[in-house]
T-cell receptor
Framework: DAEITQSPRHKITETGRQVTLACHQTWNHNNMFWYRQDLGHGLRLIHYSYGVHDTNKGEVSDGYSVSRSNTEDLPLTLESAASSQTSVYFC????????????FGQGTRLTVV | GENVEQHPSTLSVQEGDSAVIKCTYSDSASNYFPWYKQELGKRPQLIIDIRSNVGEKKDQRIAVTLNKTAKHFSLHITETQPEDSAVYFCAASGMDGDDKIIFGKGTRLHILP
């Protein structure tokens, strides 16, 4: 069955370190999204991609970057982790320009100490 | 950019009663409005969606209504059950032909015995 998986599920890192969160989907979806979830803020869009080599900034992109070298993967990099980036991160994917369901990964809980 | 407001942030209803969650959006170009349910510790999952050419959609105990003129849409859950306890997110998409999904801040629904 097609799926979308994130790794790691939990990570603790130190302030200032570079961190990369992985997202892999086997739906063959062109659209991929990264969100962060914080209490009181819901799901906020960080970056998104509509296809290979396409990336776009979302609502809260400062301090984050993504790259899309193939259809299946959209890794999220925190250039220099800050305590304000402690959050639960969700990756999602959907078909391009179909206004259809987005499928979410299991989430990654990141703690920056 | 698109802004989605969601109310209330917390809602408690007696088992068997109805629950209503309301959302407004800012971008009149939005044309797709999904609702996601997130159980504790789980990923968000689509429960129902509506497109701008439809005013109402039902699926068993859940229904969504859309008023494009007023730019608001609502989720209605009837005959609530304990398993309806979760966080519900409304969202908007499709503005300017764009597939990015902007979420509201969520409503935590408690079903009281």
């Amino acid at each position: 069955d097609a799926e979308i998986t994130q790794s790691p599920r939990h990570k603790i890192t130190e302030t200032g370190r570079q961190v990369t969160l992985a997202c892999h989907q086997t739906w063959n979806h062109n659209n991929m999204f990264w969100y962060r979830q914080d209490l009181g803020h819901g799901l906020r869009l960080i970056h998104y991609s509509y296809g290979v080599h396409d990336t776009n900034k979302g609502e809260v992109s400062d301090g984050y970057s993504v790259s899309r070298s193939n259809t299946e993967d959209l890794p999220l990099t925190l250039e220099s982790a800050a305590s304000s980036q402690t959050s639960v991160y969700f990756c999602a994917s959907s078909e391009r320009r179909m206004n259809t369901e987005a499928f979410f990964g299991q989430g990654t809980r990141l703690t920056v100490v | 950019g698109e802004n989605v407001e969601q109310h209330p942030s917390t809602l408690s209803v007696q088992e068997g009663d109805s629950a209503v969650i309301k959302c407004t959006y800012s971008d009149s170009a939005s044309n797709y409005f999904p609702w996601y349910k997130q159980e504790l510790g789980k990923r968000p999952q689509l429960i129902i969606d509506i497109r701008s050419n439809v005013g109402e959609k039902k699926d068993q105990r859940i229904a969504v209504t859309l008023n494009k003129t007023a730019k608001h849409f609502s989720l209605h859950i009837t005959e609530t059950q304990p398993e309806d306890s979760a966080v519900y997110f409304c969202a908007a998409s499709g503005m300017d032909g764009d597939d990015k999904i902007i979420f509201g801040k969520g409503t935590r629904l408690h079903i009281l015995p």
